[in-house]
């Protein structure tokens, strides 16, 4: 089932060249008569319009380093980003196969050395271990191996095809599905066939978008199914975004951005058949996982990676002219953050913890330039603008809605998360969030002072306590808790242990772990 290589796995014939033919045999075949990366590129890669060009006279280094630009798709009337899914066209990304030097090997073909560079490459993880070749290049072998299994996931492949077969990508979406995680798979059938029944008790004031003249409601992340969150299709997320309400949706997958730039080119085709409105947009965003946590990065143009210091990820953010929110502002150390770095805004999210130590980062006059907004981060269609952001924008243009968010234009919308907060301030609830809270106060100016002690960009201390009073104030571990106080088992019965404490230089991160004890001193960044 897995033929010429993971890359195959995830082709469209919409971006195929027209002498590409799905078969058994490698599409691309590499051979010793080809002396150097320059011709390579000049007669296998482009198609005369790839703005990524290479001189003769360079290297595969040079071309390693060659900067993005504009690339005009297979497709009729589709423009494509760098780096889109150059898989999907059958075409090789040269920074995903550093290592393909024919000329030290003329024996092996760049399928065979793509294989190796796309099952292995840390350029393409997700939570710095999900590598999606990988993955499918896994359950591949897991079928071919189990008969039993292997019919279980036809069984789901063919239910999820059914449900979505009057969309133009059912085939290609049912294909990328059940070469994911099998668990997303099933969750999203499961979504499909219970959500709707859900939101139908739910009152139409939790779950409508409603929106007057000059405004647009946008739901600031949902996840793709390029993403291993998700195995939402994409078509059927944005018909349903349409038909709720929302003018416009942020793709923002784990560390990547391709998902999002696919989105494009759906949305791109459904308006062009009329299914979507005109003015109906969908924004490239990618949530990056930094060192210190996670950023919601919107309006990128090119992929940000993932585990550099968060003060390197917000340049990298804002050098592109993309803006940087904060997607947990109520964890630990996260009101600090907030307050020191140049965040363009925070996501309020659901949950007592993070829900209380939000509300209280709305009441501070200093952050009152940095908008509080709202994404559903759903991974299922069904859910996509529960809750939603609205933006006071003239139109949905992309430069409209980013110079609204810029000037704080914009503000949580829908009645999602009410609940939420209401039981966040009555009584008792109220007084025992109050309460905890003060320890994560005092948590948050604890690493405020070694940060000025100390000089560095950022600090993370993390303490025995911190988990276990967050669980607390969570109120789903609050039973589990004081049952731990009793029996004795309780981390708050010692006094706080430091975990982990990491200072941010720049690029570097100095970090301390009490597991073994370690030291590391680690380092990412793209020049």
């Given at each position: 089932?897995?033929?010429?290589?993971?890359?195959?796995?995830?082709?469209?014939?919409?971006?195929?060249?027209?002498?590409?033919?799905?078969?058994?045999?490698?599409?691309?075949?590499?051979?010793?008569?080809?002396?150097?990366?320059?011709?390579?590129?000049?007669?296998?890669?482009?198609?005369p319009?790839?703005?990524?060009?290479?001189?003769?006279?360079?290297?595969?280094?040079?071309?390693?380093?060659?900067?993005?630009?504009?690339?005009?798709?297979?497709?009729?009337?589709?423009?494509?980003?760098?780096?889109?899914?150059?898989?999907?066209?059958?075409?090789?990304?040269?920074?995903?196969?550093?290592?393909?030097?024919?000329?030290?090997?003329?024996?092996?073909?760049?399928?065979?050395?793509?294989?190796?560079?796309?099952?292995?490459?840390s350029?393409?993880?997700?939570?710095?271990?999900?590598?999606?070749?990988?993955?499918?290049?896994?359950?591949?072998?897991?079928?071919?191996?189990?008969?039993?299994?292997?019919?279980?996931?036809?069984?789901?492949?063919?239910?999820?095809?059914?449900?979505?077969?009057?969309?133009?990508?059912?085939?290609?979406?049912t294909?990328?599905a059940?070469?994911?995680?099998p668990?997303?798979?099933?969750?999203?059938?499961?979504?499909?066939?219970?959500?709707?029944?859900?939101?139908?008790?739910?009152?139409?004031?939790?779950?409508?978008?409603?929106?007057?003249?000059?405004?647009?409601?946008?739901?600031?992340?949902?996840?793709?199914?390029?993403?291993?969150?998700?195995?939402?299709?994409?078509?059927k997320?944005?018909?349903?975004?349409?038909?709720?309400?929302?003018?416009?949706?942020?793709?923002?997958?784990?560390?990547?951005?391709?998902g999002?730039?696919?989105?494009?080119?759906?949305a791109?085709?459904?308006?062009?058949?009329?299914?979507?409105?005109?003015?109906?947009?969908?924004?490239?965003?990618?949530?990056?996982?930094?060192?210190?946590?996670?950023?919601?990065?919107?309006?990128?143009?090119?992929?940000?990676?993932?585990?550099?210091?968060?003060?390197?990820?917000?340049?990298?953010?804002?050098?592109?002219?993309?803006?940087?929110?904060?997607?947990?502002?109520?964890?630990?150390?996260?009101?600090?953050?907030?307050?020191?770095?140049?965040?363009?805004?925070?996501?309020?999210?659901?949950?007592?913890?993070?829900m209380?130590?939000?509300?209280?980062?709305?009441?501070?006059?200093?952050?009152?330039?940095?908008?509080?907004?709202?994404?559903?981060?759903?991974?299922?269609?069904?859910?996509?603008?529960?809750?939603?952001?609205?933006?006071?924008?003239?139109?949905?243009?992309?430069?409209?809605?980013?110079?609204?968010?810029?000037?704080?234009?914009?503000?949580?919308?829908g009645?999602?998360?009410?609940p939420?907060?209401?039981?966040?301030?009555?009584?008792?609830?109220?007084k025992?969030?109050?309460?905890?809270?003060?320890?994560?106060?005092?948590?948050?100016?604890?690493?405020?002072?070694?940060?000025?002690?100390l000089?560095?960009?950022?600090?993370?201390?993390?303490?025995?306590?911190?988990?276990?009073?967050?669980?607390?104030?969570?109120?789903?571990?609050l039973?589990?808790?004081?049952?731990?106080?009793?029996?004795?088992?309780?981390?708050?019965?010692?006094?706080?242990?430091?975990?982990?404490?990491?200072?941010?230089?720049?690029?570097?991160?100095?970090?301390?772990?009490?597991?073994?004890?370690?030291?590391?001193?680690?380092?990412?960044?793209?020049?």
């Open positions: 089932m897995l033929v010429g290589g993971p890359a195959r796995l995830w082709a469209s014939p919409d971006y195929l060249p027209e002498s590409a033919q799905i078969s058994a045999q490698p599409v691309i075949d590499i051979t010793s008569r080809y002396a150097s990366w320059h011709e390579i590129i000049r007669e296998q890669l482009p198609a319009d790839w703005a990524v060009s290479v001189e003769p006279e360079s290297d595969w280094q040079s071309l390693y380093r060659a900067p993005p630009g504009d690339l005009v798709g297979q497709a009729p009337d589709i423009a494509c980003r760098y780096p889109i899914d150059i898989g999907r066209q059958w075409r090789m990304a040269p920074e995903f196969s550093p290592s393909f030097l024919p000329e030290f090997d003329p024996g092996r073909n760049w399928d065979e050395w793509s294989y190796d560079d796309y099952v292995n490459s350029w393409l993880q997700q939570r710095g271990w999900a590598n999606p070749y990988r993955i499918a290049a896994q359950e591949v072998q897991q079928m071919n191996e189990d008969d039993d299994l292997a019919l279980k996931r036809v069984a789901l492949a063919t239910a999820y095809w059914w449900t979505r077969r009057q969309y133009e990508d059912a085939e290609l979406e294909l990328e059940v070469l994911g995680r668990q997303y798979l099933c969750r999203d059938l499961l979504a499909d066939l219970v959500a709707p029944r859900l939101l139908a008790l739910l009152p139409d004031s939790l779950t409508e978008v409603t929106s007057g003249e000059g405004m647009v409601p946008i739901d600031l992340r949902v996840a793709s199914n390029t993403s291993f969150d998700s195995a939402a299709a994409m078509e997320m944005l018909l349903r975004a349409a038909q709720r309400g929302l003018k416009a949706v942020v793709i923002a997958d784990r560390n990547r951005i391709d999002a730039q696919r989105a494009q080119q759906t791109a085709r459904l308006r062009a058949q009329g299914k979507l409105p005109a003015d109906f947009r969908v924004i490239v965003g990618e949530y990056v996982d930094t060192t210190s946590g996670g950023v919601l990065a919107l309006f990128v143009r090119t992929w940000v990676p993932e585990q550099m210091t968060m003060k390197k990820t917000l340049e990298m953010i804002h050098d592109q002219g993309a803006l940087a929110i904060m997607a947990h502002p109520g964890v630990a150390g996260g009101p600090r953050m907030l307050r020191q770095m140049p965040f363009d805004g925070y996501l309020i999210q659901a949950g007592l913890f993070e209380f130590r939000t509300l209280q980062v709305l009441y501070e006059p200093a952050l009152v330039g940095k908008p509080a907004l709202y994404g559903s981060n759903t991974t299922y269609s069904e859910a996509v603008g529960i809750p939603y952001t609205m933006i006071e924008a003239d139109d949905t243009s992309e430069e409209s809605l980013r110079q609204a968010l810029v000037e704080g234009r914009a503000y949580a919308a009645a999602m998360y009410l939420w907060m209401i039981a966040a301030t009555i009584k008792p609830i109220g025992i969030e109050t309460t905890l809270n003060s320890y994560f106060v005092a948590h948050d100016e604890g690493e405020r002072r070694f940060l000025a002690l000089g560095a960009d950022n600090v993370k201390i993390r303490l025995s306590w911190d988990r276990e009073l967050q669980g607390w104030m969570g109120m789903d571990r039973a589990e808790g004081m049952a731990r106080l009793a029996n004795g088992t309780s981390p708050l019965l010692e006094l706080p242990q430091i975990e982990e404490l990491a200072l941010e230089y720049s690029y570097f991160q100095l970090k301390y772990s009490s597991s073994g004890p370690t030291y590391s001193l680690s380092a990412r960044c793209v020049w």
